[in-house]
């Protein structure tokens, strides 16, 4: 049974996740953390243009493509969870595995559990000696060479980094090393080379988002035109990535782990819900035991399974019958009964919004549409939930 399916799934721990909504806030690495130092990160010497770019007020500013300005930190010391939390995106070049001052596995943790929480990451991994951020999120880039030029799919092209504010790029040139991913790990594939092969990803993981990109180069100095200006491919799909991963992390208030728990309509005595997030597969979905009354005062129980959506979940609701109390109960006898339909909303961490909307056979039976607005009963410290919905 679909119910069964859901129940035995993992539940997620979630953590809280802050952005600055008054400007974008880029993350990278410092060249100078690692021994050589890397060229290929935000203040790198392969990623000048990446930066000027980034930071030109006509392309991020007030009077720019996008209003918003962007800040760029290089972290030079240790990543931890909360470091990650000042930035909208974490950018990730290429960094070999082997590097002196190479990422720890405390610092690939954080950046789960950051992402997880809600970050947006882009990483690059050029080949499987430096694969050791794309390993902690899934996907890692083969060992043969990828044939550019790079083309979206018939997906990506109509995903924000290949249609949004900077133009819609449609060929990206690669440079250097310029690998593909044999096995995408159920990320969806946003763009291949000309053989069909993977080379660019994202995902949902967690409430967060990453973009894998398997060559550094479609972003760095390489393949970007000279000086701030936006006049290639290459420039499009870098500035309009950022936008996009940038305005993901500062929009999205989901469904999310810290909202599990009992919930109570204050003003219906006898009626409430339990809600729960759960992980079935790569899709974040919620199953709610919603507890009422029939038309003829019997108490009643309602099942409501839905994936997530941002803040709502269209849910499928259930009744069941069958059970007998004690020790004369035999699961093979309950039954799932299709009930209607419900919409969930996550108005803050401290209320939400249901509407169930019976099927023709239980509007027969005389039950009608209703929404209930519920407050939370108590919050779990080891389950914080983001401040408030956007």
């Not at 770019?53 to 931890?80: C, M, R, S, Y």
């Not at 290949?162 to 991913?181: D, H, Q, S, V």
């Not at 992980?279 to 507890?291: A, D, H, K, P, Q």
């Not at 979940?313 to 035999?330: A, C, K, R």
Request: hydrophobic share 40%; aromatic share 10%; net charge negative.
């Amino acid at each position: 049974m679909r119910i069964q399916g859901l129940i035995t799934a993992a539940a997620f721990a979630a953590a809280t996740f802050s952005v600055n909504v008054q400007a974008i806030d880029v993350g990278s690495i410092a060249s100078s953390r690692f021994d050589p130092p890397i060229p290929w990160t935000l203040d790198g010497n392969e990623m000048t243009e990446t930066r000027a770019k980034l930071l030109n007020p006509a392309n991020f500013g007030p009077e720019g493509t996008v209003q918003e300005t962007i800040n760029i930190t290089d972290l030079n010391g240790q990543i931890t969870y909360s470091s990650l939390t000042a930035f909208d995106v974490f950018l990730i070049g290429f960094i070999p595995d082997d590097n002196d001052n190479d990422l720890t596995p405390g610092e690939l943790s954080a950046m789960q559990e950051w992402v997880a929480a809600g970050g947006t990451m882009i990483i690059t991994c050029d080949s499987p000696d430096n694969d050791d951020v794309c390993s902690a999120f899934g996907p890692v880039p083969s060992i043969e060479d990828a044939d550019p030029p790079v083309n979206p799919t018939p997906a990506g092209s109509i995903r924000p980094p290949f249609n949004g504010p900077f133009g819609a790029p449609t060929e990206l040139n690669m440079a250097g090393l310029r690998k593909y991913f044999s096995d995408t790990g159920g990320f969806q594939v946003l763009a291949e080379d000309q053989l069909g092969n993977p080379v660019i990803l994202e995902a949902l993981f967690g409430q967060g988002r990453v973009v894998i990109l398997s060559d550094v180069d479609m972003i760095s100095d390489d393949t970007l035109s000279p000086a701030a200006g936006i006049s290639n491919d290459n420039d499009r799909f870098l500035a309009n990535l950022v936008t996009y991963l940038a305005n993901e992390a500062i929009d999205t208030f989901f469904i999310n782990p810290g909202l599990n728990g009992n919930w109570w309509d204050f003003t219906r005595s006898g009626e409430g819900a339990q809600l729960e997030v759960i992980i079935n597969g790569e899709v974040f979905s919620v199953i709610l035991t919603f507890y009422s009354y029939d038309t003829e005062n019997n108490q009643i129980f309602l099942v409501a399974l839905g994936d997530i959506d941002g803040n709502t979940s269209e849910l499928d609701v259930f009744i069941t019958d069958g059970g007998l109390w004690g020790p004369d109960f035999d699961p093979g006898l309950v039954q799932e009964s299709p009930f209607g339909t419900g919409t969930l909303t996550a108005i803050s961490c401290e209320e939400i919004s249901l509407v169930i909307t019976p099927n023709e056979t239980y509007l027969d039976l005389g039950f009608v549409a209703h929404q209930w607005n519920m407050g939370k009963l108590a919050q779990n410290p080891a389950l914080p939930c983001p401040l408030e919905a956007n």
